[in-house]
């Protein structure tokens, strides 16, 4: 057994999952000029460069790296001599001190410098450069690593990953003691990344029983937010009762009990319904309850005379050179008349021409309108298509960064107190909008306010729950437009005719006979994947004047050898080769590197972001990252445990290396993360799947993500199977039988 105590000179490999670490001690021996380096390979729960170890274990000699100590066991001590101090200091462990400054310190403090920052701090401020304040931030990070080692090393003891116990200690500080002891099923409510079947596994370490009421009244909750991620904003209890049951694996009866309790603390909204019961989680009910509420109230009358409209938008057509179809005349005429309005349609339905039009129209009535839509992307291409500007509905209702339980997590400046100024709201792409969006959105308007929803209601639903488009539409409850028609110019391009086709469940020809649209018959996913890389490397950047990264390979699964990790792996190293210059690191189990394209999969409210100008000027800043957006890692700092990412726009954003978990890379993505995106080109690796995958709108939401060129490689009879197969996944969801019975009510007066 060897014995190794030094500083931790620099680390070169960490895993922040398991805490698998590469690092190198330096001996800061005071009676020697000479430092003794150690590689020293193990799994430490939380170090970072500077910090003072005495480790032990075994010697070896690795054929690559030369003699390593295998650790068994190590403990942090505090530095007892000036040079391991001023090491510590100066290492960025705590920001503010550099190598000079801790020079500084340590030569006014020697070897009573820690005892000084923990005891007297406010003696820091004798030191040259170090206000009372900054004293007091010095001491306070100090204290604050100590803290979070301990936390640490108390959390390891549950079996939690170094990342997800970083995220923790973060979340709760000290707290985090009492919330393990007491109920750690919070974790599960509290910390994102961290499920029931985590939390289960923590709380059984801390000694809870298998048939606890926190357990299994954190397994009713957690399977109704786990339907929420699946698009549903109930359950049936029949389903909820099983899907529990099988979780927790006790008795049925247990389960029944609990719910009843968890109604009774109106955690849970049991609604009667059609002979059976609905299980809402409370938030979610009174949502779509408000929801209806206000879309209602919003659907208010306006007086116009429709021959007077009729001559306005002549004069329209005659100014842009554009003339409409009937049922573009009837969107707009409708849009001047309804306080709410659907238009809805596929592509090269003339959805554009119309919105502009509506635009016209209302500001030479003198109305004050917002443009906005659900994504970065799609807000870009309506500023760039409309000519005016467009912003996400995010950014359109100013979100904060706060917290607001009721949309969870977001909280926005704009809502009932304080609404949009302005006379009309037009949103397009409306299929991506959830319920919690569209809560935050109807919060934000008036009656008098009119609101335009424009959206392809054939396209995948949102992700986040709520069949919220459909479920609009199917009530009846305002005018809707549906646009039909297939302009001359859009008809030209074979992706727009091959779209409707598709949507039509009618056989597409495959014979590559046009300019934009390709198939590549291939039968083995080794083939597909060399036909992939051929295409964005050489052929496609020159053929649709675009660069690599432009370039967006969509596919329909995540696991698998043409899934997206798997494809992820391998454009990597050919999109963004691994170079001396460029910094990496391991999260999660997925290698991430400066310049990789990536994407963020999880919607953060609190993250800040900046833009910055040439200078490094910080000119504009806000809050909020969210599923979907796309980017590029800029820069992976090891020592400041921070990645900076820069996403549509020149937002600059910092992740803390704990929150990489909502990080991927996208080179390659599903095609349900592609909604509200519009790519020069787009390839899709089609060859076999599970049935509930390979569905018509997928294929044609993938298919209409495109404007120049489609590519689809592989199995021409999974295709036409793809447009045979009209299953799609059921969503619990009852809006539209809110707004039914909502408008009855009022019709008999009941309140």
Same mark, same amino acid.
């Given at each position: ?37 150690? &590689? ?32 068994? #066991? ?16 100066? $290492? ?50 100090? &204290?604050?690593?100590?803290? *979070? ?61 298998? +048939?606890? /009421? ?45 719910? +009843?309790?968890? $109604? ?18 409370? %938030? ?8 209806? %509420? ?115 997590? *977001? ?115 080794? +083939? ?45 190293? !050919? ?58 890692? %800029? ?38 993360? #592609? /909604?509200?995106?519009? !790519? ?35 199995? $021409? ?16 969801? $009852? ?17």
């Amino acid at each position: 057994m060897k014995e190794v105590e030094g500083y931790v000179d620099r680390i070169t490999y960490r895993n922040e999952d398991n805490g698998y670490t590469v690092l190198y001690l330096s001996n800061p021996s005071p009676d020697s000029n000479e430092e003794e380096e150690v &590689c020293c390979v193990g799994n430490f729960s939380f170090v970072s460069e500077g910090e003072y170890l005495l480790v032990k274990g075994k010697e070896v000699i690795h054929k690559s790296y030369g003699p390593q100590v295998q650790v068994e #066991s190590y403990e942090e001590k505090q530095p007892d001599n000036a040079v391991a101090m001023e090491r510590y200091l100066g $290492s960025g462990a705590i920001k503010g001190i550099g190598p000079a400054l801790a020079a500084r310190i340590v030569r006014r403090f020697a070897d009573d410098t820690f005892q000084i920052i923990e005891r007297e701090p406010e003696r820091l401020a004798e030191v040259k450069g170090i206000s009372t304040k900054m004293a007091i931030s010095i001491a306070n990070q100090f &204290c604050e690593k100590k803290q *979070m080692r301990s936390a640490m090393m108390f959390l390891q003891e549950f079996g939690i990953s170094m990342n997800m116990a970083a995220k923790i200690y973060k979340h709760y500080k000290e707290d985090v003691y009492e919330v393990l002891n007491k109920n750690p099923y919070r974790l599960a409510e509290d910390i994102n990344g961290i499920g029931f079947k985590l939390a289960d596994t923590i709380a059984q370490k801390a000694g809870f029983k298998k +048939d606890s /009421q926190f357990r299994i009244q954190a397994g009713i909750l957690y399977t109704l937010q786990q339907s929420g991620g699946n698009g549903h904003c109930f359950l049936p209890e029949l389903e909820l009762v099983n899907i529990t049951t099988e979780l927790l694996m006790i008795d049925k009866s247990q389960v029944e009990w609990e719910i +009843d309790g968890l $109604s009774l603390n109106k955690e849970i909204i049991i609604q009667e319904c059609f002979e059976e019961r609905r299980l809402y989680a409370s %938030r979610l009910y009174y949502m779509e309850l408000n929801c209806a %509420r206000m879309l209602i109230d919003l659907n208010i009358n306006f007086a116009a005379e429709e021959n007077v409209l009729q001559k306005k938008v002549m004069g329209i057509e005659r100014n842009e050179g554009i003339r409409l179809d009937e049922l573009q005349k009837q969107a707009v005429y409708q849009t001047v008349l309804n306080g709410v309005m659907i238009i809805t349609g596929g592509p090269g339905t003339g959805k554009t021409t119309t919105i502009n039009t509506i635009i016209n129209l209302l500001e030479n009535e003198g109305l004050d309108i917002l443009l906005a839509a659900p994504t970065g992307r799609a807000a870009k291409r309506m500023s760039e298509t409309s000519g005016r500007e467009a912003q996400t509905i995010h950014r359109l209702l100013e979100i904060n960064g706060g917290v607001n339980n009721d949309d969870r997590g *977001m909280s926005f400046e704009r809502n009932e107190l304080n609404p949009l100024e302005a006379d009309a709201v037009i949103v397009d792409e409306f299929s991506m909008v959830d319920i919690y969006l569209l809560h935050a959105l109807l919060k934000a308007l008036v009656p008098g306010t009119r609101l335009i929803m424009v959206g392809d209601v054939n396209q995948l639903p949102s992700v986040g729950p709520g069949n919220v488009l459909k479920d609009m539409i199917q009530s009846g409850f305002c005018n809707v437009v549906k646009l039909n028609r297939i302009f001359r110019q859009a008809a030209e391009s074979e992706i727009v005719t091959n779209a409707h086709k598709i949507n039509a469940g009618i056989k597409i020809s495959l014979d590559n006979k046009n300019m934009d649209f390709f198939h590549l018959e291939r039968d083995n996913p080794n +083939d597909v994947t060399n036909v992939i890389i051929q295409l964005i490397m050489k052929n496609l950047p020159y053929y649709v004047d675009a660069k690599p990264y432009d370039i967006q390979v969509l596919t329909p699964m995540r696991k698998g050898e043409l899934g997206v990790e798997n494809l992820n792996k391998i454009l990597q190293n !050919y999109m963004n080769m691994p170079s001396y210059d460029k910094n990496e690191r391991e999260f999660h189990g997925v290698l991430f590197r400066e310049n990789d394209k990536v994407m963020q999969v999880k919607n953060n409210y609190q993250i800040k972001w900046t833009k910055k100008n040439k200078f490094g000027d910080v000119y504009e800043e806000g809050t909020g990252v969210f599923n979907g957006d796309t980017g590029v890692i %800029r820069r992976i700092l090891e020592i400041e445990e921070k990645v900076v990412a820069e996403f549509d726009e020149g937002r600059l954003v910092e992740y803390d290396f704990s929150d990489m978990d909502e990080m991927e890379l996208a080179y390659a993505i599903t095609i349900h993360k #592609s /909604q509200g995106s519009e !790519y020069p080109a787009v390839i899709i690796p089609i060859l076999s799947g599970p049935n509930m995958l390979l569905t018509r709108n997928l294929l044609y939401t993938a298919v209409t993500r495109a404007r120049k060129c489609v590519t689809l490689v592989g199995s $021409s009879a999974t295709i036409y199977k793809m447009i045979g197969n009209i299953n799609e996944k059921k969503r619990y969801s $009852s809006l539209c039988q809110r707004i039914i019975e909502m408008e009855e009510n009022d019709k008999k007066g009941i309140i």
